[in-house]
């Protein structure tokens, strides 16, 4: 089993930055897509950003666009999502997740089209 473990969340001031880090173990990850998720307390998980392995193509939710940029270090076996201009209404649990087939075409957006996740950092943004 693949295993995630995200870190770097905190306590953040509106308009402030922080960067994301999601360490996975194994040895080959290039079949892989890996995706940001966040959920706040009784929302329902919502997807942030993907990017594949290999090539390295993304994606982002629209509300993130030109403020979040997901990015990963093949090295180290790490998936970062670095933050920006950060709003309270940002604030949740977020999550890593691997979805080891990106090219079977399940959407991307979707929590049930990823295999495994990491336990969440929590992210709390004050006003």
């Known amino acids: 089993q693949v295993q995630l473990v995200e870190s770097g969340g905190g306590l953040v001031q509106a308009g402030g930055s922080l960067r994301l880090s999601c360490a996975a173990s194994g040895r080959n990850f290039d079949t892989y897509r890996m995706g940001w998720f966040r959920q706040a307390p009784g929302k329902e998980r919502e997807f942030v950003a993907a990017?594949?392995?290999?090539?390295?193509?993304?994606y982002y939710a629209d509300s993130v666009k030109g403020r979040f940029t997901i990015s990963r270090d093949k090295a180290k076996n790490t998936v970062y999502l670095q933050m920006n201009s950060l709003k309270p209404e940002e604030t949740a649990v977020y999550y890593c997740a691997a979805d080891r087939l990106w090219f079977s075409r399940s959407s991307v957006v979707s929590t049930a089209t990823y295999d495994y996740w990491g336990q969440g950092t929590q992210v709390t943004v004050s006003s």
């Open positions: 990017i594949t392995w290999n090539a390295g193509t993304t």
